[in-house]
């Protein structure tokens, strides 16, 4: 079976880059570019969703199906 | 599907003011979920806040909102709520908003146990104003107005509301953010006055004054103080120490203030 990968969606607009979600994504899925995160690591995105609930700022957003 | 923010908040206001890694931000989103936990119905649901970064949560929320006077949200959300007992209303603010000017009015509200919420978010400082101390920022800590140190001792906002008589109390990190939106749910559905305190950070004048290097550092320190109610019961005194409890810490049935009111209402009518 294949796996279906989440879908993660940066609003680099909103993004402060706090490094929150960065730092506290389990399996460093995520990384800063420049003054914004970006997705290093799809496929090891496990979708626990704690990068989205700890973004202050509404600029990260994780769809599981 | 991710969760849907964007349909509680006002159009057009985002990103919001707070700094890059405040934890308001965070609070914020704990209480769009409970909201949307709950189903409030927005047109019969209040926020109202005092003044400062945290005071300003309101604005962005697309219900009945009030942005107050500093300290004053218990005040004006007690009118609100008098006056339209129905209303589901939710007061905001910091620590020096809520425990410095509006303390007496936090501990009346609490005293009556009026039917309402109130959310504080204690980042230990003065935020907005460049980070003079709060009655909150512990002793030995680093304010623009302590700079040699803080000799006070600070507040324990969740046993000063106990002390008051807030029926019912929790207290939250900013760092364990799935659990804020369960606290403000079981907050808002207690019949009575509710107090949940959020620990919260302010990097910009707080961290860098303490030696935070980092946000990461204050959300680290707020995850390892952090030690939820149950969890306590089996840890020693020792082991408490410096240890701060979360979760629901106090909760009891005790007659709301709208309700005495509008007997009492009734009773003077009878007496014409
Ligand atoms: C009557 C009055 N006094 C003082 C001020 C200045 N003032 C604005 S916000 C603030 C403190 C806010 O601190 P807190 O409530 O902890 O919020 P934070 O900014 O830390 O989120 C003060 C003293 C004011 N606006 N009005
Ligand atoms: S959902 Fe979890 S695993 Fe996936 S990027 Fe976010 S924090 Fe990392
Ligand atoms: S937590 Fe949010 S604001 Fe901070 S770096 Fe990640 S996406 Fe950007
Ligand atoms: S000054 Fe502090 S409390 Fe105010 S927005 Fe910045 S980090 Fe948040
Ligand atoms: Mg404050």
Partial sequence: MEKTLPKIEIIEKYCKGCHICVEFCPTKVLEMKGFVVAVKNLEACIKCMQCELRCPDFAIKVSAE | MAFDYE??????????????????????????????????????????????????????????????????AAAFATGVKMAKPEMNVILCGGDGDGTAIGGNHFIHACRRNIDMTYIIMNNYIYGMTGGQFSPCTPTGHKASTTPYGNPDPGFDIAKLAIGAGATFVARGTAFHANQIDKLIVEAIQHKGFSVVEILDDCPTTYGRRNKYKSVIEMMNRLKEVAVPVKAAEKMTAEQLKGKVLTGVLYKEEKPEYTEEFAKVIERAKASK
């Fill in chain 2, 7 to 72: 349909k509680y908040l006002r159009p057009g206001k985002l990103p919001h003011i707070w700094c890059p890694g405040c934890g308001h931000g965070i609070v914020m989103k704990g209480l769009i979920r409970a909201m949307d936990t709950l189903k409030l119905d927005m047109k019969n649901t209040a926020i109202v806040s005092g003044i400062g970064c945290a005071s300003r949560l309101p604005g962005y929320i697309d219900c009945c909102t009030l942005h107050t006077a500093h300290g004053r």
